[in-house]
């Protein structure tokens, strides 16, 4: 537990462009699996009346170390109406700050470290925390993250993010909900409520069990503006083979 909290307060201690928003994002979830590997694909597509459709896709290896920290690595790429390019490489850090079940809240703290093909956009830096309740058959998971480019060639500062869904755990291969995420602007100093960035749209989400530890992991989902500054339409979508 004292290395779980030093990771927490080294993270809040991080010092402190209005991000754009990634159509592959995904909902983060504080618990980890101790041994399990994964092979991760996302992908996600968005548009805007009278702009160029942004396509973004990764693939990613990931790790359960032990019983608190699961570890990925991402190879990223973008389609931004020219052809498909590489676009970054990214390594994930997951922490389980408590034991599942414990508390009614499960915690967990996000770590992310990326490094852009564009150098001119020097090292970007996202980390917050993970939480997740539920009550009966309804799971709801809410995520704040801070996020900012260290040694860039521009001026920037943090940028505060937030992630939510819920969903109905109805039977392991198919679960249902909603998804939302949303851009506010620097942490300290939101911008107007008119260039603020929030999506929300249904989701499904399941596992399928193939034996000996392996199983398909999936979910998907399609969201829709709910500000003038967010994309008109995001279609995204993550699978993992787990083993």
Do not use: C
């Amino acid at each position: 537990m004292k290395i779980r909290a030093l990771i927490l307060m080294a993270g809040t201690l991080i010092a402190p462009v209005l991000l754009q928003a990634e159509p592959a994002d995904y909902v983060n979830t504080p618990i980890v699996e101790p041994g399990e590997k994964e092979i991760d694909f996302k992908a996600g597509t968005a548009n805007k009346h009278g702009d160029p459709r942004e396509t973004e896709f990764s693939t990613g290896f990931g790790y359960g170390a032990n019983d608190w920290w699961f570890t990925e690595f991402y190879v990223k790429y973008k389609n931004e109406g020219t052809g498909s390019k590489f676009d970054a490489i990214e390594w994930e850090n997951l922490f389980q700050l408590t034991e599942t079940g414990q508390y009614p809240v499960d915690a967990g703290f996000l770590l992310e470290v990326e490094r852009p093909h564009d150098r001119a956009e020097g090292w970007e830096v996202k980390w917050g925390p993970l939480l997740q309740t539920g009550f009966g058959k309804l799971q709801m998971n809410g995520n704040v993250f801070f996020q900012r480019n260290y040694r860039a060639d521009f001026t920037n500062s943090t940028e505060l993010k937030y992630q939510w869904q819920m969903k109905y755990r109805w039977i392991e291969q198919f679960e249902f909900g909603l998804q939302g995420f949303g851009e506010l602007g620097k942490w300290d100093h939101w911008v107007p409520s008119g260039e603020r960035v929030h999506t929300v749209g249904p989701a499904v989400f399941g596992k399928i069990p193939l034996g000996n530890r392996q199983a398909i992991r999936y979910n998907a989902a399609w969201l829709l503006a709910s500000s003038a500054a967010a994309q008109d339409h995001t279609v995204r979508m993550q699978v993992e083979y787990e083993f």
